[in-house]
């Protein structure tokens, strides 16, 4: 999904779930009015209990796709129909200049990735000449890049995610179920509207 077909939808009051699988810390620098965090770990990992709180149309949402097209994958295997991926994330919605709620600016996950390895295999080419083995680390490091961009993962990233500085905002299991058990109510109850009072059988 676009963000201006998004943007629409949030108009028209045809809102989807938004389900933004990012950081904790991402999501509070910067969000989609009206999206639940469930970061990409938490949703792979309870996959099954939130997909009962997620029958109608959700829209993932991340930094720039990757992220949301892995947790597309992991409901669509939990059986949950009508999944979309905002196309360019984050960034396509800001670049567009849709509503956005702030808060206090947090490095992402991808530019942190980008310190530490980058970081890493200076460390190691330099250290290499006194200590020629470590210009190995070096080769690990690039190996592990190439990894992550052929699959589409990244192994470096979800382990930066669980840091503090990544978590500082709570988010578990227990809160988001919460949270969209609160939103299931007035949804149900604008359906009884919109449909009229069941019929009861003789």
């Known amino acids: 999904m676009d963000p201006a077909t998004l943007r629409d939808l949030l108009a028209d009051g045809r809102t989807p779930r938004l389900l933004d699988v990012?950081?904790?810390?991402?999501?509070?620098?910067?969000?989609?009015?009206?999206?639940?965090?469930?970061?990409l770990d938490l949703l792979r990992e309870h996959r099954d209990e939130l997909r009962r709180h997620l029958d109608e149309e959700v829209v993932l949402i991340c930094r720039s796709g990757g992220r949301a097209t892995q947790a597309e994958r992991s409901l669509a295997a939990a059986g949950l129909p009508n999944l979309r991926v905002l196309d360019g994330g984050m960034l396509a919605w800001q670049a567009a200049n849709a509503p956005v709620n702030r808060g206090r600016p947090r490095w992402d996950l991808e530019r942190q990735v980008r310190l530490v390895a980058g970081s890493i295999?200076?460390?190691?080419?330099?250290?290499?000449?006194?200590?020629?083995?470590?210009?190995?680390?070096?080769a690990f490091i690039g190996a592990g890049l190439t990894f992550a961009a052929l699959t589409n993962t990244c192994a470096m990233g979800m382990l930066l995610s669980r840091l503090p500085y990544n978590r500082g905002t709570s988010c578990d299991l227990d809160s988001v179920v919460g949270q969209l058990r609160q939103e299931d109510q007035p949804r149900q109850a604008d359906q009884v509207r919109q449909d009229g009072p069941a019929r009861t059988r003789p």
């Open 22 to 39: 990012r950081t904790p810390g991402e999501f509070a620098t910067a969000h989609i009015p009206g999206a639940y965090n469930v970061p």
């Open 121 to 138: 295999v200076l460390a190691s080419i330099l250290a290499s000449v006194f200590v020629p083995g470590l210009k190995w680390v070096a």
